[in-house]
């Protein structure tokens, strides 16, 4: 999608860029384009880094109002965000409370994103994601990133959301998340 912005608005702004010149010399008016279409691409990529980067990235640990899976209601939930999509992204809350004798959950570190409480916190991996809309994350950062352990583990037992890649991504076709 991005790229097809960036190619229309870099043809756009050559064309512009021609008629704004109008010289006889090819040689300048070729470079004048170049010129002004890099510069294009390269204020476009910066823009839609910055506007990224305010959205939750898969593997980052945020906290957010995250819906009860029972009722219409939402708490502020320490979470970890498998996906993104447009409006929203898809997350697995944590919890201190002990979930040691259930299946669907692990328990998940503290190193990296707890530095305070001192509890153990347990992340529901057997269960469908969650979707957060983006307005819904109390904070601006991240806590921290997911520990690898648990990303792993993430990745091989997490249930599959409908209409993602994560199929592709299980079969070996690649991670949503550097190691």
């Known amino acids: 999608m991005h790229t097809m912005i960036l190619l229309g608005l870099c043809t756009a702004v050559a064309l512009w860029m021609r008629d704004v010149v109008e010289t006889d010399n090819y040689t300048l008016e070729a470079g004048l384009e170049s010129l002004a279409a890099g510069l294009t691409a390269v204020l476009f990529r910066r823009g839609v880094r910055t506007w990224e980067r305010k959205r939750p990235l898969p593997g980052e640990i945020w906290l957010a109002r995250v819906p009860f899976r029972d009722r219409d209601e939402a708490a502020p939930h320490y979470c970890v965000v498998v996906g993104r999509r447009f409006g929203h992204a898809d997350v697995l809350q944590i919890t201190s409370q002990n979930k040691d004798t259930r299946d669907d959950f692990v328990r998940i570190p503290n190193v990296g994103w707890d ?65």
């Open 115 to 179: 530095t305070v409480s001192g509890k153990d916190h347990w992340l529901e991996i057997g269960l469908t994601p969650r979707r957060v809309p983006y307005v819904d994350f109390l904070k601006s950062r991240p806590q921290g990133a997911c520990p690898r352990t648990t990303w792993r583990q993430i990745r091989d037992r997490r249930p599959e959301v409908p209409g993602s890649r994560a199929a592709g991504q299980r079969a070996g076709q690649g991670s949503s998340r550097p190691e």
